[in-house]
């Protein structure tokens, strides 16, 4: 429910409820727009959105929605103890279950997020097929609905059948007494009309008289009989249905199923269903909610209302931590504008839909406050000024930086001297309070002040002032003149009066649009300054990528080039690689075995030391990190301690309190541990993730892996690949076995085929 009731009237809220409201079946639903809370946060908002949207796309075009309005008093007598339905409940209790069931085959899923508990549709099919075998279309209990009221509707039926043939024999036999020749009926018993001179021919029980009393209203003997037994079956037929409607009403509540549709449901599609007729009425649509608030084509919906077609939508733009001034003539729009801004707020804070372009963006505000029109009391004895003087006092009072606020000619009602000194200080007490101000006036200094304060944009209502017609536009950057001198012209004033006006008001009068037009100017000029500097900027930052590229470009065809050099060098060494074998073999012939050892082994270090070059290794030498005493830092091993001193290649290292002495090659990561966060610079080469051993003897191909072993593991690497190939299996069987005596492997296996399957060897480090 709306707290404040003064909102609630100047922006015509109520009469915009009315129009959810006519759409409204029942009489809960008005009750509840009438009722509605305000929203809390963006989330709530976004969720009657997506309720009112998924039933838009889902259902609504789909299954027409009607007949539903004696829910409410059907709910009613549900709910209470001695409550009783009537036959007359049967058809909307009937179409309510018809079109449940019909919204359920429409979207399955989607009828079931309705409900906020464990819903049986299986109950409500039973209830249909139970509800059908006693009511008719027409929503009445049938002759079946149960075997006794069968009877009694068959006997009811028979009795009408004899009663019909003895009124024929009574109106025959009394037809010369009679005033009228048919019969009537009287206290729900059949009577005939008789002469009241001929009243004891008749031969019956008297009733009563007619008005003008020249008829006697007598029941025949003949039809006392049966006019008692036809009033006995029509009781009993009565409390028959009585019971089966109890029956009903007793399965209705025994069933949470059932009960909701009538309690939770139906309510809950009207509430949506007017929303939507609106929506489709009014152009209406649910907004974004943002900091910044830019309404697009938005109206008053009463406006919409009452102008149909002819009604014109504004453009409306407030930036985030910003005011606004609306300017220009009066019968301009100012004050329909504010309305606008106003009603569409509030419409939002009650979760509903504004009349503007689903693109629009509004801020959620948690209080709204306007001084719109007069508030004067003859009553209490308040003036117009004071009345605003009040209202202004009560907004200083409760506003604050999520609050939006709406003045109407601020400072009107008083001398345009104090009225303006004390707007002014209104405004700039607002401004500090950060609330959203939105405000008009035809004063000159508040537009002055306005349009030097950085907390406050303006704009004008456009106006054609030699025809006197308003655009109901917005231009912004602007201020507009109050077109006062336009309008004496327009309407014929006297020369005299309007030449004395310009000569009274002199050089203080203002051409606010001269200003802002000059103002522009500079701004352009500023903005083309801007555009300037952009434009290099892009243009170095063009350079720049030039540059980037052509510096890639280079090291592309650099490594390129590197690549077809090392192919070319290695083919070579392969050439000497097989002559080398081919020496190998013939010293291997010879006797002097230990001479021919030292020959193969000086060669083939020379070999892998000056001429082989393998892909990926790199030809220059890394820079490692500079270690300094101090540091923490862990070797090979995985041994960790601190550095003591550093004496050329060797380094003294703590560990746990034992000096050790080594190589600084030996070291290879650096440990830094701040704020309970490590980490580990490495300090050695690049270590790859495999490596190629194919073509190497078994005593080099396993002096190389452990070193890279011990590389690998100390950098952290926790898979690598070992490429041996599958030849005879020797360097294959002979690496498999060195890896069992390694410490640092946690295991080792063959790669799976796609990675080379048995000729290649996977080792995994702790």
Same mark, same amino acid.
């Given at each position: ?17 009315? *129009? ?63 409550? &009783?339905?009537?036959? *007359? ?10 079109y449940t069931l019909k919204f ?27 509800? $059908? ?85 007598? *029941? ?32 209705? #509540? ?104 689903e693109f629009s963006k509004i ?45 109407? $000619? ?212 890394? *820079? ?67 490596i190629d051993l194919r073509g ?29 190939? &599958? ?11 060195? #890896? ?27």
């Open positions: 429910m709306l707290e404040n009731i003064r909102e609630r009237e100047k922006l015509e809220l109520s009469l915009i409820l009315e *129009e959810f409201k006519k759409n409204s079946l029942l009489k809960s639903t008005k009750e509840k727009f009438d009722n509605l809370s305000y929203i809390r946060n963006k989330e709530e908002y976004s969720k009657l959105k997506d309720i009112v949207t998924e039933y838009n796309k889902k259902i609504f075009l789909k299954l027409p929605f009607n007949g539903f309005s004696k829910i409410d008093e059907i709910t009613e007598r549900l709910k209470n103890l001695n409550g &009783h339905l009537v036959e *007359e409940d049967l058809f909307e209790i009937k179409s309510s279950i018809d359920f085959k429409a979207d399955k899923n989607y009828f079931f997020s309705f409900f906020d508990f464990q819903f049986d549709i299986q109950k409500v099919y039973l209830f249909k097929d139970n509800i $059908e075998k006693i009511v008719d279309d027409d929503g009445k209990i049938k002759d079946e609905a149960s075997l006794k009221l069968s009877q009694i509707r068959k006997n009811i039926n028979k009795l009408i059948s004899s009663q019909d043939r003895i009124i024929s024999k009574i109106l025959k036999k009394y037809e010369k007494y009679l005033t009228e020749a048919n019969i009537t009926l009287v206290d729900n018993r059949i009577v005939l009309q008789v002469d009241v001179h001929e009243k004891n021919r008749v031969k019956g029980v008297f009733h009563s008289y007619s008005n003008t009393k020249r008829t006697v209203f007598i *029941e025949p003997e003949e039809l006392v009989f049966l006019n008692n037994r036809l009033n006995e079956l029509k009781e009993e037929e009565r409390l028959e249905i009585a019971k089966i409607l109890e029956e009903l009403k007793d399965n209705i #509540l025994s069933n949470s199923s059932i009960f909701s549709i009538f309690i939770s449901f139906i309510p809950k599609i009207d509430f949506i269903n007017s929303i939507l007729l609106f929506m489709n009425e009014y152009d209406a649509n649910f907004i974004q909610i943002d900091d910044d608030i830019e309404l697009v084509r938005v109206f008053h919906p009463i406006i919409k209302k009452v102008k149909g077609k002819d009604a014109k939508p504004v453009n409306i733009r407030i930036e985030k931590n910003r005011s606004l001034l609306i300017t220009g003539p009066n019968m301009g729009g100012k004050t329909a504008v504010l309305k606008t801004i106003g009603v569409s707020a509030l419409l939002t804070k009650l979760g509903l839909p504004v009349c503007s372009s801020r959620l505000f948690d209080k709204i406050f306007c001084d719109i029109g007069d508030d004067q009391s003859l009553e209490d004895g308040i003036s117009t000024f004071a009345s605003h003087l009040l209202n202004y006092k009560e907004i200083v009072e409760n506003c604050d930086e999520n609050s939006l606020i709406l003045l109407d $000619e601020v400072g009107t009602g008083t001398s345009i001297k104090e009225g303006t000194s004390f707007a002014i200080s209104l405004i700039k007490t607002f401004l500090e309070k950060e609330s959203t101000l939105v405000f008009t006036t035809h004063f000159d200094p508040i537009k002055d002040f306005s349009l030097k304060n950085e907390k406050i944009s303006t704009c004008a209502m456009k106006y054609d002032f030699e025809n006197n017609i308003p655009y109901f536009e917005l231009e912004y950057g602007t201020v507009g003149q109050s077109g006062m001198f336009s309008l004496l012209k327009k309407y014929g004033f006297p020369e005299k009066i309007i030449e004395e006006s310009y000569r009274i008001v002199g050089k203080d009068f203002l051409d606010y649009t001269q200003i802002i037009r000059d103002y522009q100017i500079k701004i352009e000029k500023l903005e083309s300054e801007r555009e300037k500097i952009e434009l290099l900027k892009k243009s170095q930052m063009k350079i720049e990528e030039i540059t980037k590229k052509e510096l890639d470009d280079y090291l592309d065809k650099k490594n390129m080039m590197e690549k077809e050099y090392r192919n070319r060098i290695n083919q070579k060494i392969e050439s000497l690689r097989s002559e080398f074998e081919k020496v190998v073999r013939e010293l291997t012939e010879s006797k002097e075995k230990s001479k021919k050892k030292e020959i193969i082994k000086n060669f083939r270090k020379f070999l892998d030391e000056n001429v082989v070059i393998k892909e990926g290794e790199k030809s220059s030498i890394k *820079e490692n990190l500079i270690i300094k005493p101090g540091d923490t830092v862990q070797l090979r091993d995985k041994v960790e301690g601190i550095v003591k001193n550093i004496d050329g290649d060797r380094v003294s290292i703590d560990i746990n309190g034992v000096i050790l002495k080594t190589n600084l090659a030996n070291i290879v990561n650096i440990i830094e541990r701040k704020d309970g966060v490590e980490k580990r610079y490495y300090v050695d080469e690049d270590i790859k993730e495999e190497k003897f078994s005593d080099e191909a396993l002096e190389e892996l452990e070193n890279y072993i011990l590389k690998a593991s100390g950098s952290g690497i926790k898979r690598v690949r070992v490429i041996h190939g &599958h030849g005879k299996g020797i360097l294959k069987d002979k690496i498999r076995s060195f #890896l069992k005596g390694v410490k640092f492997v946690k295991g080792f296996s063959p790669a799976p085929l796609d990675e080379g399957g048995d000729g290649v060897t996977i080792i995994e480090f702790f």
